[in-house]
């Protein structure tokens, strides 16, 4: 789960971090009032959207308090904005952060992430901030401090001092700059995050201050952190995947057109790496689980229906606890409410199979059975692609 940009400076202002004073707006004319209301000669107009590159993408405008205010608001508020993260589809923007525009004198970058390597929260700090921060780590990657947290001690005072004293040799601002350094630490820890970020973290005069931020939370340990699931904008995810999570069900969009429907993870990613051999594009993972329901199963098979780029949907399970006849029975119910309008390859093994079975062709409906797994994969592939020279 991702938190807007306004959502993670409120948590880092509550840490003592400094962020610019700034408001939040929905409409053209509350821009321009909260605008007004800052006092300052520059304004930053800034979409809140789930996405880097928002400032290349048309997002983030500065103006002077004597332009168009509202007008350029508007426009920002109308868009849907299509960054590299995005995909084509980009994210809709319905809220703009307006803020004063501070004096950058130097931009930093500041992060907390988990090194999956070795199991140790890192924190990372660069005098290399802004806007291609991702480009600069991957050429020149030097610049790029590290501390490794050990997991009893936490993030030790000398840790963040001896970060901060490496982006500035002034006491006053490496003093700033470590503050800042322990609360994101603070932050990243005690909100099960998966990534904490300022960048940039801007040197202004004699103060330092939050320009950006990004916090994402883990979405398992949401449970335990009630505050913050109430913070989750719907409206930036994937109505697919949203549909998936409040099933239940394990579902990650991928960019091919075969539709998969899979029980557990092990067999779904051979799934994958089959149709791939075989010269096809998987749509998304897709695990209804090992004691799936007749109802999640009706629900894993309308999200496949619903996914507009399928062309083809192959049902692959090995029945254990799952029953092949609990499996055919959610199939056939979620097809005969909707209506069949794609081909649907299945090859299905193990507990109750021969009820399955006959349940499948009983039904009436066009379903192909296929017993060999890398046979079914192949004609999966092969009707995908049969349908794709055909549009």
Request: charged share 25%; with cysteine; hydrophobic share 45%.
């Amino acid at each position: 789960m991702n938190l807007h940009e306004y959502q993670s400076k409120k948590i880092l202002k509550e840490r003592g971090v400094n962020v610019p004073r700034g408001l939040l707006v929905h409409d053209g004319l509350e821009a321009l009032v909260a605008a007004r209301s800052l006092k300052t000669d520059r304004v930053v107009l800034k979409a809140q959207a789930h996405t880097g590159g928002r400032g290349k993408a048309g997002g983030v405008t500065v103006l002077s308090i004597d332009d168009d205010i509202r007008s350029e608001a508007t426009r920002i508020l109308g868009i849907n904005l299509v960054t590299n993260q995005t995909g084509p589809q980009g994210k809709p923007v319905s809220a703009l952060l307006v803020e004063e525009a501070p004096q950058i004198d130097e931009e930093l970058y500041l992060g907390v992430v988990l090194d999956r390597n070795d199991g140790h929260v890192t924190v990372m700090a660069s005098p290399a901030g802004g806007m291609d921060i991702e480009s600069i780590a991957k050429e020149a990657p030097d610049p790029l401090n590290i501390a490794k947290v050990h997991p009893l001690r936490g993030l030790c005072p000398f840790q963040a001092r001896g970060l901060a004293y490496k982006l500035s040799s002034k006491n006053l601002i490496a003093s700033q700059i470590a503050k800042a350094i322990t609360a994101l630490y603070e932050i990243f820890v005690s909100c099960d995050c998966t990534l904490a970020e300022i960048n940039p973290l801007i040197i202004s005069g004699e103060a330092v201050l939050a320009l950006d931020a990004k916090i994402n939370l883990d979405d398992h340990a949401l449970f335990r952190r009630p505050e913050m699931a109430n913070l989750r904008d719907r409206s930036q995810e994937d109505s697919v995947e949203l549909s998936a999570r409040l099933a239940g069900l394990s579902y990650i969009k991928l960019d091919g057109d075969i539709g998969c429907m899979v029980n557990g993870a092990g067999l779904a990613m051979a799934t994958l790496d089959l149709i791939s051999i075989h010269g096809g594009a998987p749509a998304n993972f897709l695990d209804v689980g090992g004691g799936a329901s007749e109802q999640v199963v009706a629900d894993a098979m309308n999200i496949l229906l619903d996914d507009k780029r399928v062309r083809v949907v192959f049902i692959n399970i090995f029945g254990g606890i799952l029953r092949c006849d609990v499996l055919a029975r959610g199939v056939i119910r979620a097809i005969k409410e909707r209506g069949l309008q794609l081909p649907v390859i299945a090859r299905i093994e193990g507990t109750n199979i021969e009820q399955g079975r006959k349940l499948f062709t009983d039904s009436g409906l066009q379903i192909q059975m296929i017993p060999s797994l890398d046979e079914a994969a192949a004609m999966v592939v092969a009707k995908a692609q049969e349908l794709s020279k055909a549009n």
